[in-house]
């Protein structure tokens, strides 16, 4: 059955460093969405990328789907104790399921 | 075995009928949650409960109620069914409700008509 992976499963960065976490499926997808979950709360909708190719970028976060449709890369500029939580990927895979990563741990140290 | 299992896959009713979604984990996990996803894909959660109680109850209809008899088990029921209830429904489940990721059940596609 078609899986996202994702990688790492957790990461540690030093404030201000850059980082980036990678979303990987087995076969092309349909659309392939970003989450955020902060700790003890529920998530958080970032973005949404349907096309071979599409960047999109919000505040320092910036997210790429590759032309294949088969892997997305999460990229966070300059990162900030605010953008630590847990980055899941979710995805539209086929036979109209609906599947998500297993989710990166970020932690940001002062 | 499936970790994190919902049923069923998916719903057609009608306006006005009552329905359940079931969600059954076997990871021994504390938390367990119900999302609703809307049409523009964003996941909202509706209900959080950690050890048979509840923890997070969002604005949400009072048509919706999570029941959990034992904390393997977080079933949905909706009473009165609407067209705006039409949505893919998610369930998940944490070791904790802190710091820690959900695990995902398929979800189940509710269709209103």
Request: glycine share 8%; with cysteine; proline share 4%.
């Amino acid at each position: 059955s078609q899986e996202l992976e994702q990688s790492p499963q957790s990461l540690i960065v030093q404030e201000g460093k850059n980082l980036t976490i990678n979303c990987t499926s087995s076969k092309t997808l349909y659309g392939l969405y970003w989450y955020k979950q902060k700790y003890g709360e529920g998530l958080i909708f970032l973005m949404m990328l349907q096309k071979g190719g599409e960047e999109k970028s919000h505040e320092k976060i910036t997210a790429k789907l590759d032309e294949k449709k088969q892997q997305s890369s999460l990229h966070i500029t300059a990162s900030q104790p605010s953008h630590a939580g847990i980055y899941l990927c979710g995805a539209d895979a086929q036979h109209d399921k609906i599947i998500f990563g297993k989710g990166t741990r970020l932690h940001i140290l002062p | 075995d499936t970790a994190v299992s919902q049923t069923p896959k998916y719903l057609v009713t009608q306006m006005g009928n009552d329905k359940s979604i079931k969600c059954e984990q076997n990871l021994g996990h504390d938390t367990m949650y119900w999302y609703k996803q809307d049409s523009k894909k964003f996941l909202k959660i509706m209900f959080s409960y950690n050890n048979k109680e509840l923890i997070i109850n969002e604005t949400v209809p009072n048509r919706f109620s999570p029941k959990s008899p034992d904390k393997a088990h977080l079933n949905l029921h909706i009473n009165s069914l609407e067209l705006g209830d039409s949505a893919v429904y998610f369930c998940a489940s944490s070791p904790t409700g802190t710091g820690t990721e959900a695990f995902f059940g398929q979800g189940t596609r509710l269709t209103v008509v």
